[in-house]
């Protein structure tokens, strides 16, 4: 009997240490949990700062390259072939200048008139992109932007569109 007793008092010792040990480590995986979330939240939200700053870098380049003539020029005559390489040779300066990736001009069917790649054997020129929400978007409303993967590079990248006005002058 005592025996017995003793077997039970243990028994309920190691149930109690096996609770006690169970919400200590559930406590310890709450607070890490808690811990990693909050770095995690905090690198999510410099990472969101960078991309936003990055972008905001860039924000300018569609609407600037507009005011160079030459690429106004091309834009007023893209049959005309001198025209479109001075174009294709401002967008190569003004692209290694910025540090952006490549920059390109579509005419009103999203047809690339010239680019900043146009030497280049993976040059955009001739590629249609109609069909980019920020082509459509620019043409809607004058300015399209998004992120995606590149059609002809297959590397992600976010674009960025401005509208030119047309010979007449209307956007």
């Given at each position: 009997?005592?025996?017995?007793?003793?077997?039970?008092?243990?028994?309920?010792?190691?149930?109690?240490?096996?609770?006690?040990?169970?919400?200590?480590?559930?406590?310890?995986?709450?607070?890490?949990?808690?811990?990693?979330?909050?770095?995690?939240?905090?690198?999510?939200?410099?990472?969101?700062?960078?991309?936003?700053?990055?972008?905001?870098?860039?924000?300018?380049?569609?609407?600037?390259?507009?005011?160079?003539?030459?690429?106004?020029?091309?834009?007023?005559?893209?049959?005309?072939?001198?025209?479109?390489?001075?174009?294709?040779?401002?967008?190569?300066?003004?692209?290694?200048r910025s540090g952006a990736d490549e920059l390109y001009l579509l005419d009103e069917g999203g047809t690339t008139l010239a680019s900043s790649n146009w030497q280049d054997a993976s040059s955009?020129?001739?590629?249609?992109?109609?069909?980019?929400?920020?082509?459509?978007?620019?043409?809607?409303?004058?300015?399209?932007?998004?992120?995606?993967?590149?059609?002809?590079?297959?590397?992600?990248?976010?674009?960025?569109?401005?509208?030119?006005?047309?010979?007449?002058?209307?956007?």
């Amino acid at each position: 009997m005592i025996r017995a007793r003793q077997s039970r008092v243990w028994a309920g010792l190691f149930a109690l240490a096996a609770l006690a040990a169970g919400l200590a480590g559930l406590a310890a995986w709450s607070l890490s949990a808690a811990a990693l979330s909050e770095r995690l939240d905090r690198a999510l939200l410099l990472t969101a700062r960078t991309i936003e700053a990055e972008i905001e870098r860039f924000r300018y380049l569609p609407g600037l390259a507009l005011e160079d003539p030459r690429i106004r020029a091309a834009v007023t005559a893209p049959e005309n072939a001198a025209r479109i390489d001075a174009a294709n040779r401002a967008l190569q300066v003004a692209a290694a200048r910025s540090g952006a990736d490549e920059l390109y001009l579509l005419d009103e069917g999203g047809t690339t008139l010239a680019s900043s790649n146009w030497q280049d054997a993976s040059s955009f020129v001739g590629e249609n992109y109609a069909f980019r929400p920020y082509f459509r978007d620019a043409l809607a409303s004058g300015a399209g932007r998004f992120y995606a993967v590149g059609v002809t590079t297959g590397e992600p990248g976010y674009f960025l569109a401005s509208r030119a006005a047309s010979a007449t002058g209307r956007r």
